[in-house]
């Protein structure tokens, strides 16, 4: 029997252990994707945490930086400052892998210390359900919206809660924006529909088992008949260093809603739909397994929710 291909959402709740304040790290999203990798390696999965590691853009999990430092905090981990970080598995192995890493006495085990990038923290707790973590399955989401009957004129909106950005590094994203010239570290930071969704569609295609992949036909239409119905967003800059060169690293944090026009064959808009409810599985854009592109729980703009 085919897996119906399950998905989970993991928050992680931590508390800042150490015995004095400190200035916490500008970004925490390197060391949690360290200490996912490690987690693998610890419950006796190499060939996984090193086959996951070098899938680049299609890789089965994401890993948020660290959330819940505020503008009182001004920067500073104060002991006994709560403070917590999200996992997402898009694949049964890296799923099977955490409930083993879960277990009581293993690395991600309830009362256990960590360290991200220096600072210890106690992990006080693990939540897989709303509002910050989830359980789901592809045979779920597809169900779930290719059964449904969406509102036409509803638009359909997600919260980027990370900063988020695309890079345009094929034909495929040139072609429909007429760029006559490809390379590889040209970066897009606004939602334009054919990257948003490109970076869905190709997770989903990648992970989902056989009988829920979304046809090619299919694919063009959506990227061709959506478009952007409201855009309130606001860029963030974050310094990271990659290879001993600090950079700034842009993306763009807010709400996006698409829709499609009224004449447009429902099955657009419910692909539309079943995409967006999964980015808040397999996140959007590039970095998505070290903080950036994460997101919330997709809604319907005229009503609020489903």
Not at 74 to 79: D, Q
Not at 138 to 152: F, G, M, P, T, V
Not at 154 to 165: M, N, Q, R
Not at 173 to 187: E, F, G, I, M
Request: hydrophobic residues 35%.
């Amino acid at each position: 029997m085919e897996s119906e291909g399950r998905l989970l959402s993991l928050a992680l709740d931590l508390q800042y252990i150490g015995e004095e304040p400190v200035r916490a790290s500008n970004w925490y999203g390197r060391a949690i994707q360290k200490y996912f990798i490690d987690t693998l390696v610890d419950v006796g999965l190499s060939d996984l945490a090193d086959e996951t590691h070098h899938q680049n853009d299609k890789r089965p999990y994401t890993a948020s930086s660290l959330v819940g430092l505020t503008k009182s905090d001004k920067g500073v981990l104060y002991p006994g400052k709560s403070v917590w970080l999200r996992l997402t598995a898009l694949s049964d192995e890296i799923l099977n892998a955490l409930n083993l890493a879960v277990q009581p006495g293993a690395i991600m085990g309830i009362g256990t210390e960590i360290s991200l990038d220096r600072h210890p923290f106690l992990l006080c707790g693990l939540t897989a359900e709303q509002p910050r973590g989830s359980f789901s399955s592809y045979r779920e989401i597809w169900e779930r919206n290719y059964s449904s009957k969406l509102i036409d004129d509803c638009a359909i909106s997600v919260e980027l809660l990370s900063p988020t950005y695309f890079r345009i590094k094929d034909l495929q994203y040139a072609y429909p924006l007429n760029l006559t010239v490809n390379r590889d570290d040209l970066l897009c930071h606004l939602p334009l529909p054919v990257l948003f969704f490109q970076s869905l569609v190709v997770k989903w295609n990648t992970f989902a088992p056989l009988p829920y992949r979304i046809q090619s036909d299919l694919i063009g239409e959506l990227y061709s008949e959506v478009y952007p119905s409201r855009v309130e967003l606001k860029s963030q800059s974050v310094w990271l260093s990659f290879g001993g060169e600090p950079a700034h690293h842009i993306g763009f944090k807010g709400i996006v809603s698409y829709n499609t026009g009224k004449k447009t064959h429902p099955r657009i808009k419910q692909t539309l739909s079943l995409l967006l409810e999964y980015a808040r599985f397999a996140g959007v854009g590039w970095d998505t397994t070290f903080g950036f592109g994460q997101c919330g729980e997709a809604f319907c703009e005229r009503s609020g929710g489903w």
